[in-house]
């Protein structure tokens, strides 16, 4: 394949076709996590965008997921800005930027312009219903837009404000195109099946009411109090944790044995639960986990090294809950308090990427007996069951959207006295080698299957507005060019540290050897200026530095 031709799923053509066939401005695209989304989205944009007057602004919900947009569009050709600031002109070079909703949502009006007749992507878009600000924000920011695509990993419904550029029927968002994980499941190499290993417990703990409490998650017991058994169960005081992750591991070791590189990850309710959880890792099971929560500022860097490592096992709060690409993860433990259907989807989401050449595979995401996590787990199970019978007879011929927090006002005397684990039996298919498990797609029929409707399409002809042209780079691979977006980044730093060398030699002020550089490069600031004019200042910097240096000499001579 060559790297100016692009390989799209039956799923990403037909919501192509949807998209450019719509007239409306606005569009909804729901797609299970791992259908790939991205690309489609990026596909879209590059037809799109020699059309439309303005530039591409994608929308993502964190740091992290502003540089993953990122690298994706370097292999569409397309070079985005991540640390594009309010007031500063775009580089002619670039076709836009990544921002995200908490950003939109402080500053809308300088979007506004720089959207104005471009493409607009706002991934994971239910972020914008979450703060009364963002919403709003998104709204005057992207109004004039010539074309806004919408993604979301899972349906959403609007509880208090409707989020903008969705149309609804009643409380529901109404998707033009949508790819669930049963569909996926019956295409073929796009998911994984994921199976719910569920454990039991007795629990004992005292309320913030000072009551004693027992319960097993048998117990039918009121909401308050079922939050509080589902806390005492996932404490570092008790038991049913660290049982819960040697179970998770020895399933994690089995993977392992075929994929050397399978990961791990545990979701944690907060950033001490999370170092908790790392610290019983190492003391219970000799294991160094990978820690990323949002205090830490290296956060983004630690997941993407542990992305492209061997490392068993990352613990997180929310770092990882959503958009996050690890496709080596395999396992996954549910240790947060947080009971939404939307975020539990997520949280799933993160395991069932589909890793082509890793031969057969099995996800599995370890919960709590928790009523409302079993629900949201046989939910999905059943679209398994489906799609895999389905799959197979053609070879042959009340949830309750809260934080499970308890009395935050007097959560300082809750106490968590014993928590016991108990391992259930139901159709998960715990402990099960890949290898001997007899697996529920066949390799080679779903590859024939799913090649049979893939298309390829060549976008090396479509031109690009403004920027330099880039070139499409295939599917899946690094291509063999260093991208616009790192070669920007590397002569920033070759200009900084160009720029400290000089104040160095010459005793002048930072900003009188900035304001020399930019004049000589023709520009006004660095964050404007495009790789040609970069590349300009680094040598006019240079060239400077020789100067110093032999008029150094020549008086040191005299």
């Not at 396992?331 to 308090?337: E, I, N």
């Not at 300082?412 to 001997?436: K, N, Q």
Request: net charge negative; proline share 4%.
């Amino acid at each position: 394949m060559s790297r100016s031709t692009l390989r799209l799923r039956p799923w990403q053509r037909r919501a192509l076709d949807v998209f450019l066939a719509s007239a409306d401005g606005d569009f909804l695209a729901v797609a299970t996590p791992g259908a790939g989304k991205t690309t489609f989205a990026l596909t879209a944009a590059r037809l799109c965008l020699p059309n439309l007057p303005g530039r591409l602004v994608v929308v993502a919900p964190t740091r992290h997921l502003k540089d993953q947009w990122a690298e994706a569009a370097d292999r569409f050709g397309l070079h985005l800005v991540v640390d594009w600031a309010p007031g500063d002109l775009l580089p002619g070079d670039a076709h836009g930027i990544v921002t995200t909703y908490q950003q939109v949502g402080g500053s809308p009006e300088p979007f506004f312009g720089l959207s104005q007749g471009g493409f607009v992507i706002l991934d994971e878009v239910h972020h914008a219903g979450e703060e009364r600000s963002w919403g709003e924000g998104v709204k005057v920011a992207f109004d004039a837009a010539g074309r806004r695509l919408a993604l979301s990993g899972t349906p959403f419904r609007s509880d208090t404000q409707s989020i903008p550029f969705v149309r609804y029927h009643f409380d529901e968002a109404v998707p033009d195109i949508e790819y669930g994980y049963n569909d996926a499941l019956s295409d073929g190499r796009v998911v994984r099946p994921v199976y719910f290993p569920r454990f039991g417990g007795q629990m004992e703990w005292t309320a913030p009411d000072g009551a004693m409490l027992a319960a097993t998650f048998d117990d039918a017991l009121a909401r308050t109090q079922a939050n509080q058994r589902l806390r005492a169960a996932l404490s570092l005081e008790g038991e049913w944790l660290p049982t819960v992750l040697g179970h998770a591991n020895e399933q994690l070791l089995r993977i392992r044995r075929t994929q050397p590189d399978a990961g791990g990850l545990v979701i944690a309710t907060d950033q001490e639960h999370a170092r908790g959880i790392a610290e019983l890792l190492r003391t219970r099971f000799r294991i160094k986990a990978e820690i990323a929560t949002s205090e830490d500022t290296d956060a983004s860097a630690r997941i993407t090294a542990f992305a492209g490592g061997d490392r068993p096992w990352i613990v997180a709060v929310r770092m990882i809950s959503e958009g996050v690409d690890i496709p080596r993860l395999r396992v996954g433990v549910y240790a947060t308090t947080t009971t939404t259907e939307l975020f539990f989807r997520q949280a799933v989401g993160r395991i069932v990427r589909y890793m082509p050449g890793s031969g057969r595979q099995r996800a599995y995401m370890f919960i709590p007996d928790d009523r409302r996590l079993r629900h949201f787990g046989h939910t999905i199970a059943d679209s398994r069951r489906h799609s895999l019978a389905k799959d197979s007879r053609e070879r042959d011929g009340d949830d309750d959207e809260r934080e499970a927090t308890g009395d935050a006002d007097q959560m300082s005397l809750f106490a968590v006295h014993s928590a016991t684990a108990s391992e259930l039996e139901d159709d998960t298919g715990i402990f099960v080698d890949d290898h001997e498990a007899g697996h529920d797609l066949d390799p080679a029929n779903e590859s024939a299957k799913l090649d049979a409707d893939e298309l390829v399409i060549d976008l090396s002809q479509v031109p690009l507005p403004g920027g330099t042209p880039g070139t499409v780079s295939a599917l899946g691979g690094d291509g063999d060019r260093a991208s616009d977006r790192n070669e920007r980044d590397r002569l920033r730093r070759m200009n900084t540290d160009l720029t400290k060398e000089l104040v160095t030699l010459t005793g002048r002020t930072h900003a009188v050897v900035n304001g020399e550089l930019n004049r000589r490069a023709g520009i006004t600031k660095i964050a404007e200026a495009t790789i040609a004019q970069l590349h300009r200042r680094s040598r006019a910097a240079e060239e400077w530095l020789r100067q110093e240096h032999r008029r150094k000499r020549f008086s040191s001579l005299r």
